[in-house]
């Protein structure tokens, strides 16, 4: 989902599988990524530390909102950051507006539940 594309819990398994087989494929670079992307989802969630401090601030910020649903855009911004088209004073931005945004809606009695498709959308 970090690639825009919304998939059911219960399909990503089908949805995997299905992505490289149509592809020529490298399993090395598969698994590479996934490792990559599963050290990117330990500091998401508060189980490594994010090695740029302020970031790490943005996102303790974020955890004690208890919102996944913000994961896959976050996972995506993590890649844009590594491949250089995103600078951590951006990257810190965003995480604060997810912030306040799941905040004001947490305020306001809303379920976070809902908007797991609409940050999957905002990932262009």
């Known amino acids: 989902m970090r690639n ?3 998939v059911p819990p219960g399909d990503t398994f089908e949805y995997f599988q299905r992505h490289y087989a149509a592809t020529d494929f490298d399993p090395i670079r598969v698994v590479t990524d996934l490792k990559q ?3 990117w989802y330990d500091i998401l969630r508060g189980r490594r530390t994010e090695p740029n401090k ?3 601030k943005a996102l303790d910020s974020l955890r004690q909102l208890e919102s996944s ?3 896959s855009l ?3 911004l ?3 950051r590594q491949k250089g088209r995103l600078y951590d ?3 810190i931005e965003m ?3 997810l912030a306040g945004f799941t905040l004001r809606r947490l305020v306001c009695g809303e379920h976070s539940r809902s908007y797991a498709r609409m940050f999957i959308q905002a990932i262009p």
């Open 37 to 39: 992307a599963s050290e």
């Open 89 to 91: 004073e951006t990257l």
């Open 54 to 56: 302020a970031v790490e």
């Open 95 to 97: 995480i604060r507006m």
């Open 78 to 80: 993590f890649q844009r």
């Open 74 to 76: 976050l996972l995506n």
């Open 4 to 6: 825009g594309e919304y």
């Open 69 to 71: 649903t913000t994961h």
